[in-house]
C-alpha cells in the first residue's frame, strides 16, 4: 500500500451483488404455483422454487445466465455476481449458463438473444450499459425474464435492479474531507454512466459538508484497464491528493 494514500473503500459494492440470489428466488416463487399440502396449506420449501409451473402444470427448471461488464475473476463487481449466480445454483438448485465476459457493445443484443434461445429464463445483465439492448430484445424473448441491475427500463418481462449508491459515498465524502492534510481528494471512475456519477457527486458534496476548502478532482478510466486506473491514482498522488476513492469495478 502506498504509505501517503488513505484509502476510502467502496463501502457499498459488497452487499449488492449478493442480492441477485434473493431475486432469482422470489423471481421464481412469483412463477410458481403455491404448493400446498392436503393438510393445511404448508408453502413449498425454498429447494422447490427453482421451478416454476407452467400453465399446463408441467415444471419448468430456473435456468439462469448472466452476462458482465468484466472478469469473473476481477475480485470486484463482476465476480460479485459470478458468486452470486453460483449462489443461486446451489441454493436453489437451478442450472446456470457460464457467464459471458465483457461483450462488445454492438454484440450485446445478439448475446442475449442466443442465452434466451438456450432456454435461460433469468438472464442477469449485470451494468447500467445493457439498459438499452435489454430494452430492445425484451419483447422478442416473452419466457425469459432480463433483469438488468442499475437500469431504467421496464415490460413485462424486463426490470431493473436499482441502488441508491450516493447515500453510502456522501457518507464517505465526509470522511475524506475530515481526513485530508491537504485538503485535495480525489475520485477514480471506471467507464463513466450515471450510477458512477451520481456516486461521485454525492461523494463531493459529502466532503464539502464536512470541509467546504476541500477540492474535489475527479477522474475516469474509461474502461477495464487496471493499469490505467493506476496511473490516473498515481497522477492524483503526484498532484498532492492524499486521499482517492475508486469506482471503477
Known sequence: MISNLRCVSRVFGQSLAPGLAVFAALSAGCAQQSATSTGGGTTASPAAAASASAGSGE??????????????????????????????????????????????????????????????????????????AAKTVAADVPKTTIVVMGGRSIAPNLMPIQFSSGQATYLAGMVAGGMTKTNKVGLVGGKKNPIIEEAFFSFAKGAKAANPAVEVTTAYVGDEDIAKAKQQTQALLDSNVDVIMHNAN
Do not use: C
Open 59 to 132: 415444471k419448468v427448471a430456473l435456468k439462469v445466465a448472466l452476462i458482465t461488464p468484466g472478469k469473473i475473476s476481477d475480485k470486484g463487481w463482476s465476480q460479485l455476481a459470478y458468486d452470486s449466480e453460483q449462489k443461486i445454483k446451489t441454493e436453489l438448485g437451478a442450472e446456470t449458463s457460464p457467464p459471458l465476459e465483457n461483450p462488445a457493445p454492438a454484440e450485446v443484443a445478439g448475446v442475449m438473444r442466443n442465452l434466451a434461445q438456450q432456454g435461460n429464463n433469468l438472464l442477469f445483465a449485470h451494468g447500467q450499459e445493457y439498459d438499452n
